[in-house]
């Protein structure tokens, strides 16, 4: 498992240094403009093969992407290649429009598609059917301590970090900043590219703040946060956080636990969301079925991989579901005794 994926990872960072373009919008072109790396592997004998649409190299989607393809693969024989992508928002769109078969997104992301707005606005993406949900993100607000923020709205006039046009990140502070009482006319958004080149900017002060969904211990918030002398983590009033939880029902409360990063001296009282994988309603029930199994039995060697699939289970798609069940994948929560 560790020698397939280190080798999954290594042909995705050779492609990706050849790939041409960026995604910065929901999707609406060909496939071979929504990567920017890829891992792959050999064809089974029926000539199957999917796409697995993550997010930008050096993110944990990637690396938790990959590992799912390869549990995939060892389980069902299906060829399953995990894409670099532009992010939570593109992968919806892609995934709709039939360019990518399996999409990796923050459960907000999948909101906007399904709602048909933010990035969606007038386009609901009508085609996305939820398979899992794997673990839960909460919004790391990072903030630079020489800023005296205690609140979000003491943030005015700071750069937000927003990675690249559809990502999760974006969309996440597109939305939360308005509810939260700070205007987004109040803020300048900055756009690094990537985690690597936000991680710099942040770091050599180029940037302020970041609203990033990610899992507890995240490697490049922990490289960023340091040993907590530079950056806090702002935590929301239980005002801030009904205002979210009512008008933006995929999100909940959520908590990062102190010392959850070094010199993180208290709670962060925040909200987060479920990331979610999801594929188009044409994909047959026997192949979506055998996708959300192998997932669900494979737990132990995705932890293996990744420390985010810890949260892992069945159970995780109860009152959680954004985008409609697919059928193969309600035959196996029914299985499991979920539903």
Same mark, same amino acid.
């Given at each position: 498992?560790?020698?397939?994926?280190?080798?999954?990872?290594?042909?995705?960072?050779?492609?990706?240094?050849?790939?041409?373009?960026?995604?910065?919008?929901?999707?609406?072109?060909?496939?071979?403009?929504?990567?920017?790396?890829? +891992?792959?592997? +050999?064809?089974?004998?029926?000539?199957?093969?999917?796409?697995?649409?993550?997010?930008?190299?050096?993110?944990?989607?990637?690396?938790?992407?990959?590992?799912?393809?390869?549990?995939?693969?060892?389980?069902?024989?299906?060829?399953?290649?995990?894409?670099?992508?532009?992010?939570?928002?593109?992968?919806?769109?892609?995934?709709?429009?039939?360019?990518?078969?399996?999409?990796?997104?923050?459960?907000?992301?999948?909101?906007?598609?399904?709602?048909?707005?933010?990035?969606?606005?007038?386009?609901?993406?009508?085609?996305?059917?939820?398979?899992?949900?794997?673990?839960?993100?909460?919004?790391?607000?990072?903030?630079?301590?020489?800023?005296?923020?205690?609140?979000?709205?003491?943030?005015?006039?700071?750069?937000?970090?927003?990675?690249?046009?559809?990502?999760g990140v974006e969309l996440a502070t597109m939305k939360l900043l308005p509810m939260l009482g700070l205007s987004l006319d109040d803020v300048t958004l900055e756009y690094s590219g990537s985690r690597v080149q936000a991680s710099s900017r942040l770091k050599t002060g180029q940037v302020d703040a970041i609203l990033d969904a990610t899992g507890l211990g995240a490697s490049w918030i922990a490289d960023i946060y340091g040993d907590g002398s530079d950056w806090t983590l702002l935590s929301l009033t239980?005002? +801030?956080?009904?205002?979210?939880?009512?008008?933006?029902?995929?999100?909940?409360?959520?908590?990062?636990?102190?010392?959850?990063?070094?010199? +993180?001296?208290?709670?962060?009282?925040?909200?987060?969301?479920?990331?979610?994988?999801?594929?188009?309603?044409?994909?047959?029930?026997?192949?979506?079925?055998?996708?959300?199994?192998?997932?669900?039995?494979?737990?132990?060697?995705?932890?293996?991989?990744?420390?985010?699939?810890?949260?892992?289970?069945?159970?995780?798609?109860?009152?959680?579901?954004?985008?409609?069940?697919?059928?193969?994948?309600?035959?196996?929560?029914?299985?499991?005794?979920?539903?």
């Open positions: 498992m560790k020698k397939l994926l280190s080798l999954c990872l290594a042909v995705a960072m050779s492609l990706s240094l050849s790939a041409c373009g960026n995604p910065t919008t929901p999707s609406s072109g060909s496939q071979g403009n929504s990567s920017v790396g890829s +891992q792959t592997s +050999q064809p089974d004998p029926s000539g199957k093969t999917l796409s697995l649409g993550t997010a930008s190299l050096g993110g944990n989607f990637f690396t938790m992407g990959a590992a799912a393809a390869s549990v995939i693969m060892d389980a069902t024989g299906l060829s399953v290649t995990a894409q670099a992508t532009g992010g939570s928002v593109y992968n919806v769109g892609a995934v709709n429009d039939g360019e990518l078969d399996l999409g990796m997104s923050q459960a907000s992301a999948v909101a906007s598609g399904i709602n048909g707005t933010d990035s969606y606005e007038g386009m609901a993406t009508e085609d996305i059917r939820t398979l899992f949900n794997f673990n839960a993100t909460p919004i790391h607000i990072l903030v630079k301590k020489s800023l005296g923020a205690s609140n979000v709205t003491d943030l005015a006039g700071a750069k937000f970090e927003c990675l690249a046009p559809g990502d239980p005002d +801030q956080i009904n205002t979210v939880v009512q008008g933006a029902p995929e999100y909940s409360q959520m908590t990062i636990p102190a010392e959850t990063y070094s010199g +993180q001296s208290e709670d962060a009282i925040t909200v987060g969301l479920w990331t979610t994988v999801y594929c188009n309603a044409s994909m047959d029930e026997d192949t979506a079925y055998s996708i959300v199994k192998s997932i669900m039995e494979g737990k132990e060697e995705l932890v293996k991989a990744h420390s985010f699939f810890s949260d892992l289970s069945p159970e995780n798609i109860s009152d959680a579901c954004i985008a409609p069940l697919h059928p193969g994948a309600e035959k196996y929560y029914k299985e499991a005794g979920v539903l």
